[in-house]
């Protein structure tokens, strides 16, 4: 089943942009963690936050939380083109993380 | 580096032959996943072992066979396999069965059935 559903599904900005992404997801959740994937590479794992947490930052990402509205954001600060990948987010359902279709950003230079 | 190495990168196979997947993780990991992630699907869970211990089936085909003789090593073990079965073939492990964790991942293998 499918829990998380990444918007948009692509995203284009210039160097230097911001870029945010969001996240929808339909039941309850512990958790929900956002990963990245380079083309031709695995996921990576960037940033996991609690269902009692409302922000967490690492970096250059900034991810929020708003468990009434069963969504979440992340937000990519002055984007560069190695951020080019597409991200998911993905949520814990019983022992389970279910991914979304995620959503696939390109930094041009 | 992950930390989690997958051979083949790549593989080619016709329907009628035999191969296997392999997946090592160097992370002292205690859960191993296989995932398969398809062109514009979402990534899915295929099986879990944690302690070497199947805990997960997401109602995969037989065809697809999984085998973890210890908690650094897991295979999966193909035969007679469909053309729909094409796809990135992603293992990745993490420090218990709980979804709390993160995950890592290895690069995958890409699979073309014939």
């Known amino acids: 089943s499918q829990q998380g559903e990444e918007d948009p599904q692509a995203l284009s900005i210039q160097e230097g942009e911001n870029a945010t992404m969001n996240c929808s997801y339909k039941?309850?959740?512990?958790?929900l963690q956002w990963y990245r994937q380079n083309s031709g590479r695995g996921l990576v794992h960037l940033i996991l936050?609690?269902?009692?947490?409302r922000e967490k930052h690492s970096g250059r990402l900034r991810v929020t939380l708003d468990t009434s509205k069963k969504s979440s954001s992340l937000l990519i600060t002055a984007s560069r083109a190695a951020d080019t990948a597409s991200y998911f987010c993905a949520t814990d359902e019983g022992t389970a993380l279910i991914f979304g279709k995620g959503t696939t950003l390109s930094v041009s230079s | 580096e992950t930390g989690v190495t997958q051979t083949p990168r790549h593989l080619v196979m016709g329907m009628t032959n035999k191969k296997s997947l392999k997946c090592e993780q160097h992370l002292g990991h205690n859960a191993m996943y296989w995932y398969k992630q398809s062109a514009k699907k979402p990534l899915e869970l295929m099986f879990v072992?944690?302690?070497?211990?199947?805990?997960e089936n997401n109602s995969v085909p037989s065809r697809f066979s999984p085998e973890c003789p210890n908690s650094s090593h897991l295979f999966l073990h193909l035969h007679t396999l469909q053309p729909e079965d094409s796809a990135l073939y992603l293992c990745?492990?993490?420090?218990?069965?709980?979804?709390?964790?993160?995950?890592?991942f290895g690069d995958g293998t890409r699979l073309s059935i014939l």
């Open positions: 039941t309850s959740i512990n958790n």
């Open positions: 936050i609690r269902s009692n947490e």
């Open positions: 990745a492990s993490s420090q218990d069965r709980q979804g709390i964790v993160p995950q890592h």
């Open positions: 072992y944690n302690f070497k211990e199947q805990t």
